[in-house]
């Protein structure tokens, strides 16, 4: 089988989270994010303030279609809504594939979920967390800065988003007097 792209060299801005060359540009506002927050009040009222912007996804123009890997750069802004830290909205693959997700810049982490069972894996620069086939993810800032990393994925992964609207992610990423704290679905109130 041979591919619809031809071979292309990209750069990965770290500091602008741009992926050059790169699709259109995906902006994800609180109003994307419906459904998805615990405090459905506080969510209301950002959308009503300003509907500000989360995250944004810069994709190299690489097919989404079996035996292509695309690659984007994420990057989600720092805040929070009630408390709840800005995050994407999550996905399950709709085929068994898997992930990698890697650090570029700021504070960040991988939230997985089974459907059973959460795992949180810290991504700072440097650092890869591994997405198995079968594990819903979301990534989180936990930082004052923008957090930003690659993802490098099979092209047909395909997204799966009603299974977390639905069933979440087995826990929700909280702001704390220092930091975060990764509170399981059980924890809370
Ligand atoms: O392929 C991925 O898993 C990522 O590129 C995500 O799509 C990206 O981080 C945005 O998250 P979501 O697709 O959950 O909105
Ligand atoms: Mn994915």
Redesign the pocket.
């Known amino acids: 089988m041979s591919s619809s792209a031809s071979p292309f060299a990209a750069t990965l801005d770290a500091v602008s989270g741009r992926v050059e060359p790169e699709h259109p540009l995906?902006e994800?506002r609180v109003s994307d994010l419906e459904g998805l927050y615990a405090d459905e009040a506080a969510w209301r009222s950002a959308v009503d303030s300003g509907n500000p912007l989360v995250?944004t996804?810069s994709?190299a123009p690489v097919p989404e279609e079996a035996g292509e890997v695309?690659f984007?750069i994420?990057s989600i802004e720092p805040g929070d809504v009630g408390g709840e830290l800005y995050m994407?909205?999550?996905?399950w693959h709709t085929a068994p594939e898997g992930?990698v997700?890697a650090g570029l810049s700021g504070e960040g982490g991988l939230l997985l979920f089974d459907g059973r069972e959460h795992r949180w894996i810290e991504l700072r620069p440097g650092a890869a967390g591994y997405?198995p086939p079968g594990w819903g993810?979301?990534?989180v800032n936990t930082g004052s800065e923008p957090f930003r990393?690659l993802?490098v994925?099979p092209g047909a992964?395909g997204?799966d988003?009603e299974t977390?609207l639905r069933d979440g992610m087995g826990a929700r990423v909280i702001r704390t007097n220092g930091g975060y704290e990764v509170r399981a679905r059980e924890e809370q109130a």
């Open positions: 995906q994800r995250y996804v994709a695309p984007s994420t994407t909205k999550g996905h992930e997700y997405i993810h979301r990534t990393f993802a994925y992964a997204h988003y977390v």
